[in-house]
């Protein structure tokens, strides 16, 4: 594969900059957690803001006119005119500086740092670094920076097979999720993302050649931290995430955290044994939940008295397959 500088066409978009501010209300923060199935958080305005959650702030909100077919906004304001059709969260790196505070003014500072293209096998693609920076009440809480993918069609993908899961190491601990059109609905609503592949289904598969509605990437990164925050009493520092494949609402999926000595190794794992996704998240000497620390408003204590740390933990309702 070849990667070259981007053409002067986008060299131009290199250094533009957005400035978006957000009252960080505690209406958002309650549909996520309705979103995730959460009932045992408690948040309420002066709550930190789980880590991950400023996704479900500082959105977009073009105007219907302006958006594409696919249902992203049309490309040419922040983000550059890249023609290739399909788009896609593919990674991001983050330090965790303190909390956003729920109820507090917050700022969003982006830029575009470096716009590359690719070419190779499976075509061309672009590839997008978008900066930010979050702040509250004049601190840095957030520094984040964006993979964000453009390429061209590909081929239809094949629906994916399902097979039982390998055991988990020693010292690690999981997660099944049951990905459905409500979910993949309500995360759209919840970020305001129109992008037609997570809830049209006609669209996805005769327009995109998917088997199915595709989980959002975003998502699986959020339900990955979630599942460090359910079992890990210390806050995260740092969070950084790849994403490898698709994961259609066809078939479960199995979210899995190893522990390190200070760094926790995430993987989202398909239903046919490929990794959808992977992730570190880093911590400050990082202990068990069930330890007897008191939790905070944003801790989820689901981890309960002599569970073993290899035990798998299913969302609500739905059922686990180990």
């Known amino acids: 594969m070849t990667m070259i500088d981007s053409t002067p066409e986008y060299c131009q978009w290199i250094g533009r900059r957005e400035i978006t501010d957000d009252d960080l209300g505690l209406a958002p923060a309650l549909s996520a957690l309705a979103t995730l199935d959460d009932t045992i958080t408690q948040l309420a305005k002066g709550s930190a803001l ?29 983000m550059p005119p890249i023609p290739y059709p399909r788009r896609m969260f593919a990674g991001g790196r983050m330090r965790f500086h303190r909390p956003l505070i729920i109820g507090q003014p917050a700022r969003r500072e982006g830029v575009i740092r470096d716009i590359r293209l690719k070419s190779g096998r499976s075509g061309s693609l672009a590839f997008v670094s978008v900066g930010y920076c979050l702040y509250q009440e004049g601190r840095l809480c957030i520094e984040e920076e964006q993979d964000i993918v453009y390429r061209e069609p590909g081929p239809a993908i094949a629906c994916p097979r399902v097979i039982d899961w390998p055991p988990l190491q020693e010292r690690a601990w999981s997660r099944i999720v ?27 598969t005769n327009e995109e050649g998917y088997p199915g509605l595709v989980v959002h990437g ?26 490898l494949a698709p994961i259609f609402d066809l078939a479960p999926f199995r979210l899995v955290c190893t522990a390190g000595e200070r760094q926790l190794v995430l993987e989202a794992q398909t239903s046919d ?42 969302i609500p309702g739905k059922p686990a397959r180990e």
């Open 50 to 78: 789980p880590p991950l959650w400023h996704w479900f702030y500082f959105l977009s909100r073009v105007p219907q006119a302006q958006l594409d077919a696919d249902g992203h906004p049309q490309r040419g304001g922040f």
């Open 178 to 204: 049951t990905p459905d059109p409500k979910l993949l609905f309500r995360f759209s609503a919840v970020t305001f993302n129109a992008h037609r592949i997570h809830y049209d289904r006609p669209y996805a």
């Open 218 to 243: 975003p998502l699986t990164a959020i339900l990955l931290m979630e599942l460090v925050r359910e079992h890990v009493a210390q806050p995260v520092r740092g969070f950084s995430f790849r994403a």
């Open 273 to 314: 044994g490929g990794t959808a996704m992977r992730a570190s998240a880093e911590v400050a000497q990082w202990r068990w939940r069930h330890d007897g620390r008191a939790a905070s408003a944003t801790e989820r204590p689901k981890v309960k008295k002599g569970e073993k740390q290899g035990a798998a933990a299913e």
